[in-house]
């Protein structure tokens, strides 16, 4: 039996990792630590309240003294960590909150294991696992092999030069201190839970409520799409059989172009809306209910700096721990569509206030 504390438990990858975990490890122990920023909801684990696998406990990760504590009294053995300030364009409008959690609050959490887990001697057996992305690696031209655990860091996002500086120092806490680390960084995922800031399910809202949809650019910047389900079993490989002091990638196979994937779901909303009159009665301000959501394609002013192309060679993690993804692209857009249009309440509460001030401050929409 595992004891694991999960960081960032309540945000969208966490949350679906903590639901994949106590399914597939219902005897183990998962405490969930999560500081409830704006993209953390404990709604996404309710239907695991009354469970006595899991605990949360609202924190933050850069608080070494209550995370040691936490260590010894729950006897944890694993840390599985995603908190982070995790989107891009919010990195480029006020990074100081990206270098606190990202990099500093990661060194709170290394202290704290080193800590509990080297210094104490508690937890002989114990692992921590970091969980970063392909974006430290820069951005690849058209016909550039994918990223590999190898390919040189070249973060260029205030985001993702604060996930290369957390992933420097998790890997620095191997080598000096030995402490047992993984890391996973993955493309882009998408799922249930996922915040409508960021493209797939801003795009699944904007086309409900016949909103633009607004495209970066010229919309020909290429994303490596990971359903969450399949990002969740890679890390569970990972825990399970990775090496400590290795880097695993973790990818869907599955690049497109967002022009490409934006027309997908107009495409999906489409037919969704022909085959339910329902959904037409409900969202009758949708140019889906004609039949025609692409109308709804707006191209706006690009994002500063810009990646072009992300893509992973997943190699290693395939050859070494068995790793395939499973989900089709659209098959998985499908199913994420149908996830949003059965769950309007979740994201109408997250949409809040906040949020909305927050796009039209920054973004005049
Ligand atoms: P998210 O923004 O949805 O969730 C982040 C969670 O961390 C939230 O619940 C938030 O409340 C919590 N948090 C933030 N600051 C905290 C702090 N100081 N202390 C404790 N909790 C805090 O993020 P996500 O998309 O689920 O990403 C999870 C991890 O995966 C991140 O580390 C991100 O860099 C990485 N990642 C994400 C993607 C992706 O496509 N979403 C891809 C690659 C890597
Ligand atoms: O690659 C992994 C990364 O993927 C993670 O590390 C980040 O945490 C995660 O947010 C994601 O970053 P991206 O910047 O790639 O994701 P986002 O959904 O913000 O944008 C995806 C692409 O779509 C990107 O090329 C920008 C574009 N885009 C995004 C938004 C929000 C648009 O064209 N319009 C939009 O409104």
């Excluded at 309540?10 to 597939?24: D, E, K, M, S, T």
Aim: one cysteine or more; aromatic letters at 10%.
């Amino acid at each position: 039996m595992s004891r694991l504390l999960v960081t960032g438990g309540a945000g969208f990858i966490g949350a679906n990792f903590v639901h994949h975990w106590l399914r597939q490890h219902p005897s183990d122990r998962v405490v969930v630590l999560d500081a409830l920023t704006y993209a953390g909801n404990p709604e996404n684990l309710a239907t695991l309240q009354g469970s006595a696998s899991l605990r949360f406990v609202q924190g933050d990760i850069g608080d070494t003294p209550r995370i040691e504590a936490l260590l010894r009294e729950e006897s944890i053995d694993t840390i599985v960590h995603f908190a982070a300030e995790s989107h891009v364009d919010r990195s480029i409008h006020g990074p100081d909150a990206f270098i606190a959690t990202n990099v500093v609050g990661t060194h709170g959490l290394l202290k704290a294991a080193r800590q509990v887990w080297l210094q104490e001697g508690l937890a002989p057996a114990h692992r921590f696992h970091h969980v970063s992305t392909d974006e430290v690696y820069g951005s690849l031209g058209p016909d550039d092999p994918g990223f590999s655990e190898a390919t040189q860091y070249q973060p260029n996002s205030p985001y993702s030069a604060s996930k290369a500086a957390s992933d420097h120092l998790v890997r620095a806490y191997h080598h000096t201190y030995g402490l047992a680390v993984t890391t996973s960084n993955c493309s882009n995922n998408y799922g249930p839970f996922h915040f409508p800031e960021k493209l797939i399910p801003l795009m699944i809202v904007n086309i409900l409520h016949g909103r633009p949809l607004p495209v970066y650019g010229d919309g020909r910047n290429v994303r490596d799409w990971l359903h969450v389900s399949d990002h969740c079993r890679g890390i569970e490989l990972v825990l399970g059989q990775g090496r400590p002091g290795e880097v695993y990638n973790i990818g869907g196979g599955a690049e497109c172009e967002n022009i490409a994937l934006v027309k997908l779901l107009c495409r999906v909303a489409d037919e969704a809306f022909a085959e339910d009159p329902q959904l037409r009665a409900r969202y009758p301000q949708s140019p889906a209910a004609a039949g025609n959501a692409a109308s709804l394609i707006t191209h706006v002013k690009d994002r500063a700096g810009h990646d072009r192309r992300y893509a992973i060679d997943c190699g290693k993690i395939e050859r070494e721990l068995g790793y395939r993804a499973q989900v089709k692209l659209e098959a998985g857009i499908r199913d994420t569509f149908a996830w949003y249009v059965a769950n309007p309440g979740w994201w109408q509460r997250v949409m809040d206030g906040s949020y909305r001030n927050w796009l039209a401050t920054n973004y005049g929409r």
